[in-house]
Every structure is written in structure tokens, then in C-alpha cells.
């Protein structure tokens, strides 16, 4: 598996990825738009779930290319893009298992944010995390949880609102999931670590 870093860290896989994501994050707020409207102005952060994951990495991505570590960056996508990504790849597929409709939308969703857990871990061995880091990216993301299953911020998938209760237990244990690999991949000793791409 060590075959496939020097590949992440070159710039040209980088920049690649940076367009990528900066476009996926652009589209995803405008999925988002009509609930946006629809949001009291306080919620606003935390309700495009994973475009702003994807707009974290968006930044870490922009830090490597300029040679440098933005840790607090680096935990919040990693948390986020882990939770968000399998979240809506369940999710989607919960859709298609309910309506019986397998759409190019859905199977859209499913491998863009598939690919956008995958992502964040691919990257761990590059970031350069401490506790206080992760500690700020799991209050962020667990505070995320209330808004969304407290105060209904969740995403819109008028399908399942029938599952709600299920589905809020199901996100707060992959927000524990999504935590503690990140601290597996990023934190715990003998981890594996690489230098700065060039």
C-alpha cells in the first residue's frame, strides 16, 4: 500500500483534486440551495453537511500544495469527510432500498461521496494532527448531530422521514466511528507518517 503515496503527494495529483473537490463543494452548496432559503440564519453553518466537509479538505489540499500542515483543517475534514461520505452512501442506498429507484442521481451520490471518505483517509498518514485538534473536530461534529436531530436541520430526504429516529442514532455512532479512526490513523503511537509532498 506505502506504492500509492508518493502518487497522493505529487503536485499534479494534488492540483487535480483540488479542482475536483472545489467543484463538488461549489455543487454541493447548490444542492443545498432551497433548503438554505428555508434556514433560520443561525443554522447556516451546519446544515450543507458535506460540501463543508469537502470544503475543508478543499484546504488542506491548498495547504500542501503551499507545503504546509493546517492540522485543525486536517481533523475537521478527516471527521467529516468519513462521516459525511458513508452517511450519505447509506442513505442513498436506503432511498433506492424504500422507492425501489435506482436514479443516476442517487448512484451519483453514492460514488461521489464514497469517494470522498476514501479520500480522507488516503490522506492521513500526510496530516499532522494533535489531540486539542481532534477534539475540536469531534465537538464540531457532535454539535453538528444536535443541530440536525434536535433542531431538524438534517438533510432533506422526504423518502425517510419515517426512519428519523433510527437514522439520528445511526449518524451520532458513526460520528463516534468517524472520531475515533481518526484517531487511529492520525493520533495513536507507531502510526504511519509521511513527509510534505514536494
Not at 454541493?28 to 443554522?43: A, C, R, S
Request: overall charge positive; proline content about 6%.
Amino acid at each position: 500500500m506505502k506504492w500509492i503515496y508518493p502518487i497522493l503527494g505529487n503536485r499534479t495529483v494534488l492540483l487535480l483534486l483540488l479542482i475536483i473537490n472545489t467543484v463538488g463543494t461549489v455543487y454541493g452548496y447548490y444542492w443545498y440551495k432551497w433548503q438554505l432559503i428555508d434556514t433560520p440564519p443561525i443554522f447556516l453553518p451546519f446544515v450543507p453537511d458535506s460540501p463543508t466537509a469537502s470544503l475543508f479538505f478543499v484546504f488542506v489540499l491548498l495547504a500542501f500544495l503551499l507545503g504546509k500542515n493546517w492540522p485543525l483543517l486536517e481533523a475537521l475534514a478527516i471527521v467529516t469527510l468519513v462521516k459525511y461520505g458513508v452517511w450519505a452512501v447509506v442513505m442513498n442506498l436506503l432511498v433506492i432500498n424504500v422507492t425501489g429507484d435506482a436514479d443516476p442521481a442517487a448512484l451519483m451520490l453514492i460514488i461521489s461521496h464514497g469517494a470522498m471518505a476514501v479520500q480522507g483517509v488516503l490522506y492521513a498518514p500526510f496530516y499532522r494532527l494533535k489531540l486539542w485538534h481532534l477534539v475540536v473536530a469531534a465537538i464540531w461534529t457532535l454539535h453538528n448531530d444536535v443541530i440536525d436531530y434536535v433542531f431538524f436541520m438534517m438533510p432533506r430526504y422526504s423518502m425517510l422521514d419515517a426512519y428519523m429516529p433510527q437514522i439520528g442514532y445511526f449518524t451520532f455512532w458513526l460520528s463516534i466511528f468517524s472520531i475515533a479512526i481518526t484517531y487511529y490513523l492520525c493520533l495513536r503511537k507507531n502510526r504511519f507518517s509521511l513527509n510534505l509532498p514536494n
